[in-house]
């Protein structure tokens, strides 16, 4: 459905994109992850036709960015990172008002205006001066304001920003209901986000792909250790030296202290149970046992794993 | 067509939900009351001493609506260039400064629609301007018979003159996100184009008073105020909206490559 090859962006101070390629299936969600300024908001700016790129080719539905800017933009919902609401209108008149510039068709215009506020949730201040809503109100009318006209594709750019817990619920499961009959691509910088939601990651940094996958592979490919926390009560420095020296162990790390009790994590040769292994010796040595956990790496560490060792690399060269 | 339209409904209602069109018109048309009051007492005066002086030397005609018209449309000319930065300076500032520029032009509109849409509706706010005017003008009709071939082409005049001053303050206001630099700098910017006017009686060389006068925005309403319709400065009102809606266009475009 949308087809990125090579996209480059160049601004006279700074590279924002470079040689970025990737591909959205029909009916998936893609979830945009990086740290803020990887280049996230300028690839969904030129997918968008906002902006133009310095090289490169996007298309959307076959469609080239460049070439048929219209065609493409008709077949895209958009919300910008702020989302762009005239404040001194009501929220009808102004989904009224882009309905009509969405082409629209006049005798279709209130119940295309109705059906989006009650798919958002905001039916119920369709009177009421955009300003004097709340944020997550606004967040929710300019998400309304996407879905006119029933775009095949969206892109949205951190949609649950500034919305409260239940809110963020709300727009998740939203989300996950467009996908099938809808091509959506999100960003978010919220690591749970991308896993509740998207069926695939793409993980940017300092404008390059750093790593494409499902959340789920990500996890697994990505996990160079296993890690397990334990929480034991013993002779400190004997503890450590004796779990240092099982086969499997990697390293062992202090995590804290409590009532003389040592948290401490190990990290395990890759796909290793050793947890079995870690009770036993800790009992045969007389020690005692009070907590013994397998911790997978949350997307979070992964994430930072990613983006700090390609900082690494750079530093390197 | 449908999508000027939308933008043109739109900035006018925006134009009516704040109170710049309310402040506008009201110092509009308090003001050109004034003028108009002035003029007429002036006027007065002048017959006054037209008709003395014709019990020496025989009457004259003069033709007091024709010069109350010409005076007072002539003043409205300077009133409205105080006015028509403030219908200008939030057109494209405000749109860049909310964000919403990304809505219109990620829209499927093309951007010669977006500056089209402004301009218009800009345009629209101007004509409920000058037909304001025809609250003291209709005096002149209630009380008298002015000809109106010369206030028919002075209001053609007035028109072009504040189609062509609009398209300026457009494209300025494409080139900042604050409606009061935007409102400032087109102010400058008319200023400029009225002074020359003055530089030129002041300029020695026949060529550079020559081209000085012609760039005048005023000197070419003169024409119109008398009731000539001259073909030049006619084309001088068009080429000048012309070439300022051409660079709001591209003002536009680079407005997408500088994101």
Partial sequence: ??????????????????????????????????????????????????????????????????????????????????????????????????????????????????????????????????????????????????????????????????????????????????????????????????????????????????????????????????????????????????????????????????????????????????????????????????ELQSATMSLEDIFLKLTTAEEAEKQGT | MRNISAIVERELRAYFNSPIAYVVLTIFIFLSGLFFRSILAQVMQMALMSQMQAQQFGPRPIDMPGIISRGFLSTMSVILLFVMPMLTMGLFSEEKKRGTIELLLTSPLTDLQVVLGKFFAAGAFYLILLLSTWIPMGVLYLYGSPASGPILTAYLGLLLYGLAILAVGLFISTLTENQIIAAILSFGAIMVLWLVDVVAQNSESATSKGVLTYLSILSHLDDFMKGVLASSNVIFYLSLMLVALFLTYRSIDSLRWRG
């Fill in chain 1, 1 to 290: 459905m949308i087809s990125v090859e090579k996209l480059t962006k160049r601004y006279p101070a700074k590279t924002a994109i470079e040689g970025m390629s990737f591909q959205v299936e029909r009916g998936e969600i893609l979830g945009f992850l990086g740290p803020n300024g990887a280049g996230k908001t300028t690839t969904m700016r030129i997918i968008t036709g906002f902006m133009p790129a310095t090289d490169g080719k996007v298309s959307v539905d076959g469609f080239d960015v460049f070439e048929n800017p219209l065609d493409v933009r008709r077949r895209i919902g958009y919300l910008p990172e702020s989302p762009p609401l005239y404040l001194e209108m009501t929220v009808s008149s102004y989904l009224r008002f882009v309905a009509k510039i969405k082409g629209v068709l006049k005798q279709k215009l209130d119940i295309e205006v109705k059906r989006v506020m009650e798919r958002v949730n905001i039916a119920d201040v369709q009177d009421r001066i955009i300003s004097k809503l709340s944020k997550g109100y606004k967040q929710r009318v300019g998400l309304a304001q996407a879905l006119l006209n029933d775009p095949p594709v969206l892109i949205l750019d951190e949609p649950t920003i500034g919305l409260d817990p239940k809110q963020i619920h709300e727009v998740r499961e939203l989300i996950k209901d467009l996908a099938g009959n809808h091509t959506v691509v999100l960003s978010t910088h919220i690591l749970p986000e991308v896993e509740q939601t998207c069926h695939r990651v793409i993980i940017i940094d300092h404008g390059k792909i750093v790593a494409v996958d499902t959340p789920k592979n990500l996890r697994s490919q990505l996990q160079g250790a296993e890690r397990i926390s334990i929480e034991v009560q013993g002779p400190f420095s004997e503890v450590v030296s004796k779990l240092k020296a099982m086969p499997g162990v990697v390293d062992v790390q202090k995590v804290g202290d409590l009532d003389g009790r040592h948290k401490l994590q190990i990290e395990s040769e890759l796909q290793k149970d050793l947890r079995s292994d870690l009770a036993r010796t800790i009992v045969q040595n007389g020690w005692g046992l009070y």
